[in-house]
């Protein structure tokens, strides 16, 4: 059995796409997952499975999704080894020892190809920042998420891939819920 963290892209930000995480339990254990728990109303979820193919289970969640509540969403799949190898990469660790909340990261659906990543600007946020390592993008929001232009669809459209954001509060406790 493999213990898979996933993340959904856009549930239940801003009063759109509502998904009750009871009715998502009962989706993803009907689907054949076991152990399966939710974090926060937000479309995170700790599973076990018995298949190891990330791709396969995203879809099957997916199309679960759409049949059942009509909305039309992205899955993301980490294990939790790769959410801790990806706290630990952090760029940003010093600020995230100030305040963890202003710090997240995006768990893209694919490696961007670097003529993509090299086409980002840096200096386009300032204060703010970022860094692109393997399939993260860390975001350091030194005056909060809340009010900033660097937003999720600026980097999926440049970057040609999809993602979904938690901060590093909601890392921690992903993994705490994945070793149980």
């Known amino acids: 059995m493999t213990t898979w963290v ?31 728990v939710t974090h926060i109303q937000s479309g995170n979820l700790v599973m076990t499975s018995a298949s190891k193919d990330r791709a396969t289970i995203a879809t099957e969640i997916c199309d679960g ?27 940003f660790s010093a600020e995230a020892k100030v305040d963890a909340a202003h710090v997240h990261i995006v768990f893209l659906s694919d490696v961007p190809k670097p003529e993509f990543a090299a086409q980002l600007e840096p200096e386009r946020f300032t204060p ?21 232009k660097m937003n999720l669809d600026y980097f999926e459209k440049r970057l040609h891939v999809r993602g979904t954001a ?4 909601t890392v921690a406790k992903l993994i705490e819920l994945a070793k149980r």
């Open 128 to 148: 703010e920042r970022f860094a692109v390592l393997g399939s993260e993008l860390f975001l350091h929001y030194p005056n909060g998420a809340g009010r900033s």
């Open 166 to 169: 938690r901060n590093l509060n």
């Open 65 to 91: 999704i759409k049949s059942s509540f009509g909305l039309g969403v992205t899955a993301i799949l980490r294990t939790p080894q790769e959410l801790r190898a990806s706290v630990a990469a952090n760029p």
């Open 6 to 36: 996933v993340l959904l892209r856009g549930v239940n930000v801003g009063g759109a796409n509502r998904l009750p995480m009871k009715e998502l339990r009962e989706l993803v254990s009907s689907l054949g997952h076991s152990e399966v």
